[in-house]
């Protein structure tokens, strides 16, 4: 299995080695030259995935590591029996980590006690 995979996201050709061939392009160089043979597309947001791109391709899965899918024609990956996913809700904890690392921080700096407040 061929795997074409945004270069942007994290640790890919890790994760999917062990299942297909992972060729790891940048977003903006995803082109229907370089998908021409994959079975499986990953993408950020920046790849527009639609007709431009898949037709006379070998896709049969787009995966998407956003949360958004507005890059992504998935009417036409619908009517192409194209499979498709989506990432929402992975990045939840983290953003909860960040938000809660910033808190305390400012909490440290200014003296502002945290204990007892809510957002």
Excluded: W
């Amino acid at each position: 299995m061929k795997i074409i995979a945004d270069a942007n996201i994290p640790f890919v050709a890790e994760c999917f080695s062990s299942i297909g061939e992972v060729t790891v392009v940048g977003g903006r160089q995803i082109t229907p030259s370089i998908i021409t043979d994959a079975d499986v597309l990953l993408v950020r947001s920046i790849t527009p995935v639609g007709a431009d791109l898949l037709t006379n391709s070998k896709v049969r899965f787009v995966g998407t590591a956003t949360i958004g899918y507005d890059h992504v024609d998935v009417d036409y990956l619908s009517r192409n029996n194209i499979g498709f996913a989506s990432a929402p809700g992975s990045n939840a904890n983290s953003a909860a980590e960040y938000v809660i690392a910033g808190l305390l921080e400012v909490g440290q700096k200014y003296d502002i006690e945290l204990e007892n407040k809510s957002i």
